[in-house]
T-cell receptor, first 115, second 111 residues
């Protein structure tokens, strides 16, 4: 199957700072990338969808100025959590799909802890 | 009412058992069906992807889709302790790219 990587796998930051998470498709061109967050023992919650070269589409209730998404190339998308607070602590997972492909392939996730 | 219903379990079976995992859905617009496996603190891994009604087999895994009943299943034969994980069903509508997930079923296979 297609491979998606995320970096970092784990990050701890202080309240008020910003954190950037990278998502890369390693062996295919990802025309669409998705960002999710997942709380313990819960399913995935879609935050936003981004198409390469376009602005991201955010789900209702997700602050676009707080969660900045950039999808500048067909293999890379970034999520920046700005002015992070402890309530932003969560497991963030990206996924990607290629042109004309319905399946989404997920990255390994990034665990963010804001102290 | 949720669009996709999945029993969260937990489900515990002995090694070698046949496992049956199921999801029901209410919206006939769902046309594409996926099963993901998620180990603790990892991202979901795509196991099976199906479009039409019927069965699809891959090794020990069989995915079954019954669109008339709006019911999908994942069967795991000869289950192994390494199959212990959370299994998520996910669905896509004909138009759009937004996956709708079930809650996930937590499976434990005991040696």
């Amino acid at each position: 199957g297609a491979v998606v990587s995320q970096h970092p796998s784990r990050v701890i930051c202080k309240s008020g700072t910003s954190v950037k998470i990278e998502c890369r498709s390693l062996d295919f061109q990802a025309t669409t990338m998705f960002w999710y967050r997942q709380f313990p023992k819960q399913s995935l919650m879609l935050m936003a969808t981004s198409n390469e070269g376009s602005k991201a589409t955010y789900e209702q209730g997700v602050e676009k100025d707080k969660f900045l998404i950039n999808h500048a190339s067909l293999t890379l998308s970034t999520l920046t959590v700005t002015s992070a607070h402890p309530e932003d602590s969560s497991f963030y997972i990206c996924s990607a799909s290629g042109q004309g492909v319905r399946e989404q392939y997920f990255g390994p996730g990034t665990r963010l802890t804001v102290t | 009412q949720k669009e996709v219903e999945q029993d969260p379990g937990p489900l515990s079976v002995p090694e070698g058992a046949i496992v049956s995992l199921n999801c029901t859905y209410s919206n006939s617009a769902f046309q594409y069906f996926m099963w993901y496996r998620q180990y603790s603190r990892k991202g979901p891994e795509l196991l099976m992807y199906t479009y039409s009604s019927g069965n699809k087999e891959d090794g020990r895994f069989t995915a079954q889709v019954d669109k008339s009943s709006k019911y999908i299943s994942l069967f795991i034969r000869d289950s192994q302790p390494s199959d212990s994980a959370t299994y998520l069903c996910a669905m896509l509508k004909t138009s759009g790219s937004r996956l709708t997930f079930g809650e996930g079923t937590q499976l434990t296979v005991n040696p």
